[in-house]
């Protein structure tokens, strides 16, 4: 589960881990995010990114990556 976002995070130049993703999977799998992809999109940045500088890399992976989502089902069906 969302290893393509990880890479796509990478290929666009956020550091991210890959312990990072795991939390990540963790948090989704607790159902920390399950509303809309707004908490998604919160909820992966504060995993994922840890200086803010790489913010604009985060939401430009995070735009190609789930260009046409609207809800957290279809992320989970990814």
């Known amino acids: 589960m ?10 666009t ?3 991210c881990t890959l312990r990072e993703l795991l939390d ?5 799998e607790k159902k920390l ?3 809309n992809m ?3 999109y919160y909820l992966s ?3 994922l990114v840890k200086d803010e500088k790489h913010y604009d890399k985060f939401d ?3 735009d190609i990556y789930f260009k046409g989502i609207e809800s957290i089902d279809d992320v989970l069906e990814m």
């Open 24 to 28: 990540l999977v963790g948090a989704v």
């Open 13 to 15: 130049g956020v550091p």
């Open 45 to 47: 940045r504060a995993a």
């Open 2 to 11: 969302f290893i393509s976002l990880f890479n796509t995070l990478k290929s």
């Open 38 to 40: 707004q908490d998604f």
């Open 60 to 62: 430009r992976a995070f």
């Open 33 to 35: 995010a399950f509303a």
